[in-house]
């Protein structure tokens, strides 16, 4: 059995950093332009000109794609044959700041959320968790998520009779109340089931399946479709300044839950959709 080097992680999402942050992943960007060739509003089709005109001149010039260069998520996933250390992570905040400060992005996170709002100054800590799957071998998916994204975000505990239509619901409201902080196009992460305390998990590993790669399941790959429907058919469009595009596509992850419980958690990716899987 492999044991994880914790050197080998640390300099993953070391060298990963700059490039999730200068570079807009290639099926986001293909999302953007197919959109822009639809669209029917000019001014909705402007404004995705501009934005895949932005992934071309951060990419070319090597700058962050948005002033808001996010907080580090790094989920390690493993598989049996890997053995992990319990300070697999112990190297990564120093990671973080190392590549930050030669990248020269910006550092957004505080001491503590409530009794020192202090700026590190290194955008360390890094959010890390480990998923255990049984696929063979290790990989740690990263994404650099902006606030105003994760601030248009929400939880909801629905009772389970409220249904599909109570999921289409809490999504739909939620994209009405807070896409439009969000910076849309989107790319629209729902998570159904588990607890109060996983779901959100659910909706953020949503938004780590690409564009164009369809769910695992028809039954969820029609439900994606229909809410990706339904989000444009509310019309808020890219800049939120109306349009067909609200969102590029809506991802969902489901779980088992407690026979009284139904939970839904919405996590918005912006038009920044800075994400990537790296093996180890």
């Not at 769910?215 to 229909?226: I, S, W």
Request: net charge neutral.
């Amino acid at each position: 059995m492999r044991v994880l080097d914790k050197h080998q992680v640390a300099e993953a999402v070391y060298e990963a950093i700059p490039s999730l942050a200068f570079d807009l992943p290639a099926d986001v960007l293909e999302g953007m332009r197919l959109a822009a060739a639809r669209e029917r509003s000019p001014r909705a089709a402007e404004v995705l000109r501009i934005l895949v005109e932005n992934a071309q001149v951060a990419r070319d010039d090597r700058v962050a794609l948005c002033q808001d260069t996010g907080s580090v998520w790094a989920c390690l996933e493993v598989g049996p044959d890997v053995c992990v250390p319990g300070d697999v992570f112990s190297l990564v905040d120093d990671a973080v700041a190392r590549a930050y400060r030669e990248a020269r992005l910006r550092t957004s996170i505080v001491r503590d959320a409530l009794f020192d709002r202090a700026n590190t100054n290194t955008n360390a800590p890094a959010f890390c968790e480990v998923r255990l799957c049984e696929r063979p071998g290790a990989r740690v998916h990263l994404m650099l998520k902006g606030g105003g994204s994760d601030n248009a975000s929400r939880v909801v505990m629905l009772p389970p009779g409220a249904g599909r239509a109570g999921v289409v619901s809490a999504v739909l409201d939620c994209v009405r109340e807070k896409a439009a902080s969000a910076c849309p196009p989107l790319v629209v992460g729902v998570g159904v089931g588990s607890t109060f305390d996983k779901v959100g998990g659910l909706a953020k590993r949503a938004l780590m399946r690409p564009i164009g790669v369809p769910a695992d399941t028809p039954q969820l790959d029609a439900f994606e479709r229909e809410l990706l429907d339904e989000v444009n058919a509310t019309g808020l469009g890219a800049g939120a300044l109306g349009g067909a595009t609200t969102a590029l596509a809506v991802r969902v992850l489901t779980a088992p839950c407690h026979i009284a419980a139904l939970p839904v958690a919405v996590n918005m990716g912006c038009s920044a959709m800075r994400r990537g899987t790296y093996e180890l």
